[in-house]
């Protein structure tokens, strides 16, 4: 058995039980690791790295749309959460308490921030004071604490890290402006930079952000046909701004109350990459936002010190000035093999080979990750043609999901439809549902299907029945059981 | 009284009051404000796109030396905390507790973390196995709570934002190699981004870091006079080795310890800006790491829209085009003096106006924040001419620190004039030392200073007698009323 063998041997494969594999190559890729508390996970720097990236490209995003950063206090006094009632009823349960300050046990509890509405508001009340100040447009990165009972790396964690948007605004309408257009923000972002293709509309009440008047959101399907919320944009009315007094003097000095949005997009993001692009070899990462884009692995024969070693030394250079993220493995006590199954694995998008014939010939083994293609390049020709192929790899996985998604969105008309692609196929299933809350819990229990996103466009004919109850239909939505 | 005066007048003058000064300037400039919690504060836009370009230049640093950025829990279970006994004493009384998550009482207290020692140390030990593990360069930016009874905004804050690095090497002196290597990177770091000097050296034992073998510092000097300590880099030795049992395996199939170091700077560096810099007029930003670096304001007269306007926003363009960060302030409710008053205390280092006359002139006035010098600089060279000015008030800024620290170190053989120094002039005082802790212990008390750093290079002389006791003096040390 070769190590390479032995390698692939380790890992569940991914068509196999998908569940174990997702389980596994985390941990294998050193993406992240479980903490010694429970639901609480390390994240590595291999998994780092690549939230450094995301940040990088979302926060570009955040700021060319007017956005500022700002840092608001990881605690929320128990009172100031409890301000908005809907809000402080979805959270409370999963809330982590801080309840003693050095030796002291505190008067009042603390929340460590499950989200920050509520620290944020009491901030808001004290400088907003005119129609000139607004809108306020402000962002935060930041860790966030939720008491999660069932956990999972980067998908669901008891602390997790996202971006979360805060803004408010003169008038509903630009308040409901600004929460699509960062919800086509998110849309765009996950399409270009994760190559992951998304729905986007808006949620059911019995779905919504607890204390929000409309939650939009943007769904993936994963390589397992279960859904996965990648961001939500909500238009919190005036519920907050009435919370906590959040009021401003308009045009006509006359006190109003300011409209809000928050919005929020988190390391799970990074689940979402190996769900949606791994494959039986392991990780398959879209090159924008790869932590390694390309691995140079030279074959060790002969004088290859002297040859291969110095031509690998300057291929990685060259790379790395056109802006290109680098490694040069020139470790001589693993084998090739060993290397070029372990860099598949961690999703590495392009393998550069070069060996003795290769320097021989002035060029390159380049060995795409997404299709397993092999091309010969001229050494001096890499720095051009790498990047190029990159985009290409970028396009193709992309691609790939688009036909996977295509592929796995299914009208049903009839509840025994709906049930079984649910069963057999799972997947999004668009259906007509007549708009009751009754009506989708019943669903969700008999299914474990949710409703995701109503997608705007995908309006109900006056002829539709719900799926479910068969009374006429309010609307027609994207079901699926989700993450 | 115009606005100008007005807006003047609402700040105390540094030289009449340094900390109600400072207190005022936080707030007015926008850099912070406080939250509805005792000692917790709120990090503003202004302060907060400081504390972007300080990690912006130090993770590059990190990077450059090999580190990589990993992300671990929040939280520290009791247990953990309680592995190094010195750590746990140091740190217990400025613990943050969490009792509770979600509806229920937990089994073990979590600590909130004052700092990741004891939540890396268990992944450590599991991650490690191999000499070729090693060495282990991590860093991470992250959110810190210490439970303190008297807060400051950004020189000490319930909550504050910082990097904390943690390696592990093979040897002692690998780890002491790169406690000194940072040492000298944060020290680089505070003199060429924050034009901040810095002296260097070690704590004494009283004045290290629980749980380290050694603790290293940078201190700078405020404009009252007293120490602020800008950062340190610990060489932990086997202590947290031995503790969380982090072992490897030699080249000689010997099992090791692991030798450890770690090392932070926090958003405590914005409050040094502010002290250090600072004048009666307000802020002074040092242009690499100032929110913004250039305000322009354009002189509303006559028909200036179509004059002055597009002169004024085509600057700002060129500007922003020569990778400056640019504020164009054209609202027409401010007065050009108050916006100059404005932009002044917020401490922006160049202002560019331009008015009718200087249109027709094709010209702008430069303003300099440092020395509020004027020159005239035709438009057409303003891309070209203003990096350089602004490295100008770079170098002034930093040479007028220098100035600073070089007057206010002095050294003191007797008790007496060590007292009075401190008493009348504060700064430094150097002053030979026994080297005993009850003596350091007896000069805190009577004097408030203690001992900030030790320079490596101020040995004794043989002559020399402890400044307190008159016993013979070990070491020469660098004393200081601190932060």
């Known amino acids: 058995m070769t190590t390479n063998e032995r390698l692939v041997k380790q890992i569940t494969a991914k068509s196999e039980d998908f569940s174990r594999w997702y389980a596994e190559i985390v941990q294998k890729a050193e993406l992240a690791d479980y903490s010694p508390m429970k639901g609480i996970m390390v994240i590595r720097p291999y998994g780092y790295a690549i939230w450094e990236n ?193 009021k401003f003097e308009d045009k006509n000095q006359t006190l109003q109350y300011v409209w809000q949005t928050s919005w929020g997009t988190t390391t799970r993001m990074i689940g979402a990459l190996i769900m949606c692009h791994g494959d039986d070899s392991g990780l398959r990462f879209p090159p924008r936002v790869a932590p390694v884009q390309v691995v140079i692995v030279p074959i060790a024969a002969g004088n290859w010190k002297e040859t291969v070693l110095p031509a690998a030394q300057a291929a990685a250079e060259s790379l790395k000035k056109a802006g290109l993220r680098i490694q040069l493995d020139a470790r001589e006590e693993a084998t090739p093999g060993w290397k070029f199954s372990e860099y598949e694995m961690r999703g590495v998008p392009l393998r550069v080979e070069i060996g003795p014939r290769d320097v021989k010939n002035g060029q390159a083994v380049c060995v795409r990750r997404d299709l397993k293609t092999k091309q010969t390049v001229p050494l001096s020709e890499l720095a051009a043609r790498v990047p190029v192929i990159l985009d290409e790899i970028q396009a193709v996985l992309f691609e790939e999901a688009k036909t996977f998604l295509a592929a796995n969105t299914r009208p049903a008309g009839t509840y025994e439809d709906f049930k079984s692609i649910l069963e057999t196929k799972r997947g999004f299933v668009v259906s007509p549902w007549c708009g009751e809350s009754d009506c989708e819990e019943k669903i969700k229990n008999e299914t474990m299907a949710t409703i995701r996103v109503i997608v705007p466009g995908t309006e109900a004919r006056p002829s539709d029945v719900c799926v479910c109850c068969g009374k006429p239909a309010l609307t027609v939505a994207h079901f699926a059981r989700a993450y």
């Open 54 to 246: 995301i940040q990088r490209a979302m926060d570009l995003r955040i700021k060319a749309t007017g956005h500022v950063n700002a840092y608001f206090p990881l605690f929320i006094p128990e009172s100031l959460l409890q301000k908005e009632a809907e809000h402080v009823e979805g959270f409370a349960p999963e809330v982590a308490w801080v309840t003693v300050g050095g030796k002291e046990d505190l008067e009042e509890r603390l929340a460590v921030r499950p989200t920050s509405e509520a620290i944020i508001g009491p901030m808001y009340s004290k400088w907003i004071k005119s129609w000139r100040d607004l809108p306020v447009l402000y962002n935060q990165w930041a860790n966030i604490v939720r008491w999660e009972k069932v956990t999972r790396p980067f998908l669901r964690t008891t602390e997790f890290l996202w971006q979360e948007g805060h803004t408010c605004h003169a008038t509903a309408e630009e308040a409901e402006e600004e929460t699509l257009k960062i919800l086509a923000m998110y849309k765009e972002f996950c399409e270009t930079e994760l190559a992951i293709p998304v729905i986007s509309g808006h949620k059911t009440l019995r779905e919504k952000f607890a204390g929000a008047q409309m939650t939009y959101a943007i769904e993936a399907l994963m390589a397992d046909g279960k859904a996965l919320q990648m961001g939500t944009s909500h238009n919190l009315g005036q519920h907050f701004a009435k919370a906590f007094d959040i």
